[in-house]
């Protein structure tokens, strides 16, 4: 149980243009799902905190019109990186956390997206 | 003065040995300890989950929580190749969470 999906794994595209990554939770509905970034060697850095119907919650530094979450569902979150440049090219993790069991704080991974812009 | 505190590594251990893993920290409202191990250019993944202070075994992984000192532990033992990887502890509580900076364990064959 508890199995996080994120698609796509792997993208690539052209600066300028959008690319949306999907996080859904395939056996339980997530109370709030996370979004996170990591460099090569480097450790997760949250981006933001979405709660279903709601809107989400940045961290400092993170632009929010540039990355555009959509909460829609209890199982389905969606990250848009809008007019994407190259130094946007990084590894984006979703995680969420199952409403049914467990506490606020366990958090189950999505295997991560890797974008790369050119 | 940062919440969570993990040594980065690189650790280098021979197959076989016993490996342990640690984070301390500073803030005294965490009541929630999880370690995650991620592979290369995968998610991490839950590995130990710990309510407030004491040990927890599962299978070679035994997490250690010490709430007195700050400090928590992942021992690893009979350590195996497949266990290299890069290994997170998370902290929560008082409607926060942290991740440690993440360890990155190697074991040689």
């Known amino acids: 149980g508890a199995v996080v999906s994120q698609h796509p794994s792997w993208v690539i595209c052209k600066s300028g243009t959008s690319v949306k990554i999907e996080c859904r939770s395939l056996?339980?509905?997530?109370?709030?799902m996370f979004w996170y970034r990591q460099f090569p060697k480097q450790s997760l850095m949250l981006m933001a905190t979405s709660n279903e119907g709601s809107k989400a919650t940045y961290e400092q530094g993170v632009e929010k019109d540039k990355f555009l979450i959509n909460h829609a569902s209890l199982t389905l979150s969606t990250l848009t990186v809008t007019s994407a440049h190259p130094e946007d090219s990084s590894f984006y993790i979703c995680?969420?956390?199952?409403?049914?069991?467990?506490?606020?704080?366990?958090?189950?991974f999505g295997p991560g997206t890797r974008l790369t812009v050119t | 003065q940062k919440e969570v505190e993990q040594d980065p590594g690189p650790l280098s251990v021979p197959e076989g040995a016993i490996v342990s893993l640690n984070c301390t920290y500073s803030?005294?409202?965490?009541?929630?300890f999880m370690w995650y191990r991620q592979y290369s250019r995968k998610g991490p993944e839950l590995l130990m989950y710990t309510y407030s202070s004491g040990n927890k075994e599962d299978g070679r992984f035994t997490a250690q929580v010490d709430k007195s000192s700050k400090y928590i532990s992942l021992f690893i033992r009979d350590s195996q190749p497949s266990d290299s990887a890069t290994y997170l502890c998370g902290l929560g509580g008082g409607n926060q969470f942290y991740f440690g900076t993440g360890t990155s364990l190697t074991v040689i064959p």
């Open positions: 995680s969420a956390n199952d409403r049914g069991r467990g506490t606020t704080y366990e958090q189950y």
């Open positions: 803030n005294s409202a965490f009541q929630y």
């Open positions: 056996d339980f509905q997530a109370t709030t």
